[in-house]
Each structure stands twice: as C-alpha cells, then as structure tokens.
C-alpha cells in the first residue's frame, strides 16, 4: 500500500527532459533495493534467470503482434488519425531514435514493469491470489497515467472543456489498467519480467514511430 501510494506521488510530478530517464533509473533501483528489504524474491520479482528464455519468447511473440497491429492501424486510413500527436512532429530521426532506443526502454518501460509487475505484483500476491494482485497492480498502473493522460491533451489542445476533458482521462485510465492486466498476463505466463518489459518497449516505441510517420 505505501509504495503504491508513492508511486501514484511520483507519478503527480513532471520530469524535467534531460532528467527523466537518470532520475527513473534511481528509482527503479531503489524500488528494487525496497523489493529485497521486504523479502521478495527474485522470483516473485519475476527476475529468475533461469525463466530468462521463456521471459524473452513470450515478449518477442507478444511484441511482434503488438507491432503488425501498430503498423496496420498506421497504414490504415481509417485509423491513421489515432496516431497524431503533436509532441512527434518535427523532432528528427535523432531525437526520434533516442525517445525509442532510450528513453522508452530505460526511462519508461523499466521502471513501470519493476514497479507495477515487479514489486507490486509480487508484493500483492503474498498476501492475496494472483488474479487480486493483478488487478490491484493494475489499477494502480491505470491511475499511474493521469498526468501523461492530461499532458497529452494538452499538447494536442484536444479535450479542452471540463466534461470531455475527465471522460479523456477517464478512457486513458481505462485503457492502461487494461493493458496492465494483459502486461500481468504476460509476467505470470512466462514467469518472467522480460515478457511484459519486451511488450512494454514495443508497443511504446513502435506507437512513437507510427506517431512519427504519421
């Protein structure tokens, strides 16, 4: 319960650019370093190196699906609109580049899966079966998306007035908590975090990209 109500503190605070992907280091490897204060194992952190190999394969499918679907509702115009987002016009193939090869996997992907399938998870499922555990991480991973869910409609200047604006918010944290569950699925099936860390990266960069190129 506290690391999840501080996690949901940290996530009320912006980062600075050049900061975020140091500063979600430090935190990742703190939330790790809390992990083995409280007992959890490796393998309730889903961090046995013996379950790297399935970890990598289930990741590798899920992603690979999560990038034909990315590409067609790019390709589509039908759903290309989906994709505008202003924060990826004009920024260049370098900066493109380092928000999917660097800021995505080590600012982004890795903290939220240590936190929420990670330590959350397997704190949860202690002290609860492992659906409640999903769930509860879930929503709090939901939750966790309400300032990115307000900056990107800022950005975008779209959902501007007070009821369309918090039933934006609303959907995203919908959306998330859902994509929780399934990232949840993906940790418990292979009994590994490298599956829902490889979706994870996947999804994030290739939807920047589709961004990009819309």
Request: proline content about 5%; charged content about 15%; hydrophobic content about 55%.
């Amino acid at each position: 319960m506290v690391t999840s109500v501080g996690l949901l503190a940290f996530s009320a605070y912006g980062l600075p650019p050049a900061w975020y992907v140091p500063v979600n280091l430090v935190v990742t490897i703190g939330l790790l370093l809390v992990a083995r204060w409280v007992g959890l194992t490796q393998g309730k952190l889903g961090l046995e190196r013996d379950r790297v190999p399935a970890g990598l394969r289930w990741g590798a499918a899920a992603g690979l699906a999560m990038g034909v679907g990315l590409i067609l509702g790019a390709v589509i115009p039908a759903t290309r609109p989906l994709f505008d987002d202003a924060r990826a016009a004009g920024i260049g193939p370098g900066l493109l580049a380092y928000r999917t090869l660097v800021r995505i996997p080590l600012g982004t992907a890795l903290l939220e899966e240590v936190a929420f399938r990670g330590v959350l998870l397997g704190a949860w499922r202690r002290i609860s079966t492992a659906g409640r555990a999903a769930v509860g991480s879930s929503l709090v991973f939901g939750l966790w998306h309400v300032r990115p869910a307000l900056e990107l409609l800022n950005e975008n200047d779209a959902a501007t007035d007070g009821p369309e604006r918090i039933l934006a918010v609303v959907g995203a944290v919908v959306a998330t908590t859902v994509g929780g569950l399934a990232l949840c699925w993906l940790r418990l099936r292979s009994e590994s975090l490298a599956a829902p860390y490889l979706a994870h990266v996947a999804a994030n960069s290739l939807a920047t990209v589709g961004a990009y190129l819309v």
